[in-house]
């Protein structure tokens, strides 16, 4: 009996960003702005009731990213304004730069 051979690992996993953002619930406009501190303040139009922001910080990052919604996942945070947010499927070098561009 031969012994089994361990299958290759698959190294071309995608890769993903990891933000620490600030919400800025009930706001006139979707979008995302960098804060003084280095931070990053994203204001959305949602009322924070019922996960309703929650569900408009995952519409809004997978629109600017061009994800699925299903490669945003809020990991921390989900009853307070400051999230930890990772988006799979995103390179990490021109994340800020796709974050950060004017709504069309």
């Keep these: 009996m031969q012994p089994k051979k ?7 996993a995608p890769a993903g960003v990891t933000l ?3 919400i800025q619930p009930r706001a006139s406009k979707n979008e995302a702005i ?3 501190n280095g931070g990053i303040k994203i204001r959305l139009t949602a009322p924070p009731v019922d996960g309703a922001a929650n569900e408009a910080l995952v519409k809004f990052l ?7 919604r299903s490669q945003v996942e809020i990991v921390s ?7 930890i947010v990772r988006v ?5 070098e021109g994340a ?4 950060y561009k004017e709504s069309k």
């Design 34 to 36: 960098r804060q003084e």
């Design 62 to 68: 997978a629109d600017r990213f061009s994800v699925a």
């Design 20 to 22: 620490t953002v600030r």
């Design 6 to 12: 361990s299958r290759p690992k698959d190294k071309s």
């Design 88 to 92: 799979n499927g995103v390179n990490g």
């Design 77 to 83: 945070g989900h009853t307070s304004r400051d999230k």
């Design 96 to 99: 800020e730069s796709l974050l």
